[in-house]
Nanobody
Framework: QVQLVESGGGLVQAGGSLRLSCAAS????????MGWYRQAPGKARELVAT???????NYADSVKGRFTISRANAKNTVYLQMNSLKPEDTAVYYC???????????WGQGTQVTVSS
């Protein structure tokens, strides 16, 4: 029983920046991975970035050098700083939490990011 709430999406011009936040609540999380995924209309959901409770990070090649993921473990909160945004980044961005123990996975409801050209 975990609830994830995303915030920070919106409209931005190409080259601009947005910062997404996701706060998790409701359960004993133990060791986990939190991350961001995105899904554009007509396309499959894809990984953007993940970060473990120990600080290990990975990024999709398409966002390396532009996006930065971070987390505050005490609050089970994950952030995604998105710089140099491109129209191709337009998608619904979903927060994800994966518990290593028990193999539980939870998703937020998504926040829309729209990048205009």
């Amino acid at each position: 029983q975990v609830q994830l709430v995303e915030s920070g999406g919106g409209l931005v011009q190409a080259g601009g920046s947005l910062r997404l936040s996701c706060a998790a609540s409701g359960s004993d999380f133990s060791i986990n991975v939190m991350g961001w995924y995105r899904q554009a209309p007509g396309k499959a959901r894809e990984l953007v970035a993940t970060i473990t409770s120990g600080g290990r990070i990975n990024y999709a090649d398409s966002v390396k050098g532009r996006f930065t993921i971070s987390r505050a473990n005490a609050k089970n909160t994950v952030y995604l700083q998105m710089n140099s945004l491109k129209p191709e980044d337009t998608a619904v961005y979903y927060c994800n939490l994966h518990k290593i123990v028990g193999s539980y996975e939870y998703w937020g409801q998504g926040t829309q990011v729209t990048v205009s050209s």
